[in-house]
């Protein structure tokens, strides 16, 4: 059995499905297709979908189960769909051929999550049913700070990005500690390991910080629930 964590809430439509939510531990017994796992949760065994869950690294099985990050809104761009897609699950997000869509992220290879504009209509749909019509620049990027590297002739949209590496330089912040291990999933968010060390020089809204590490003197963003104040 390989050791899984729920990303999504899963509602079984069928009594072979199984039902979980998001941040469960589920145990993967078999791989039926290229969609859907076998597995058992609290002694129930079902099939679900396998972009519904992520897998746990055997070495991780010991420490202690990480929270989900917040969710962190950040569009990767406008895309228009290319086929009909008809949701299968309350997740997923049912799509028009020609329709607009706004692609918030890239949940793994095959999946992105979106939200049609002008609507509260939110989910996830398949890579190869959009095409990408519109990217949208990256907010900052996680990198080694230079105090050279940022020119006064930048976008104004840059200037709180630019002030936080200025604090970063002076050795602003408050230290913060990381508990867990944390793999970037974009290119402006820090990776923690656990035990580091990090300056944090703002709290964002939506639960993420923004700061530098100690270790590798990155700066860049990170879940504000895998970190202490020490």
């Not at 939510?21 to 065994?45: F, S, T």
């Not at 990408?132 to 200037?159: F, L, M, Q, W």
Request: charged share 25%.
């Amino acid at each position: 059995k390989q050791p899984a964590r729920a990303i999504y809430d899963f509602k079984a439509q069928t009594a072979k499905e199984l039902t979980f939510k998001k941040g469960d531990a589920v145990n993967i017994i078999r791989q039926i297709d290229n969609n859907w796992y076998e597995g058992e949760h609290r002694g129930q065994v079902g099939i679900f979908p396998i972009a519904y869950v992520e897998k746990i690294p055997l070495s991780e099985k010991q420490q202690p189960i990480r929270p989900p990050p917040p969710a962190h809104v950040r569009e990767i761009g406008e895309a228009v769909a290319r086929f009909n897609f008809n949701a299968d699950t309350n997740v997923e997000l049912s799509l028009r051929k020609g329709e607009r869509v706004i692609v918030l992220r890239q949940v793994d290879q095959n999946w992105f999550e979106g939200k049609i504009p002008g609507t509260n209509k939110q989910g996830i749909f398949p890579v190869s049913y959009v095409d990408i019509v519109k990217r949208s620049p990256s907010k900052s990027s996680a990198h080694h700070i230079d105090p050279h590297g940022y020119h006064e002739n930048r976008t104004p949209s840059s200037t709180p990005v630019k002030r936080l590496v200025q604090d970063a330089l002076h050795g602003g912040g408050d230290p913060y500690q990381a508990l867990y291990n944390y793999v970037p999933r974009n290119e402006d968010e820090l990776e923690l390991r656990e035990g580091d060390v990090v300056d944090v020089m703002e709290k964002c809204d939506d639960g993420w910080f923004v700061g530098t590490s100690r270790r590798s003197k990155m700066f860049g963003t990170f879940p504000g629930n895998y970190v202490k104040q020490i």
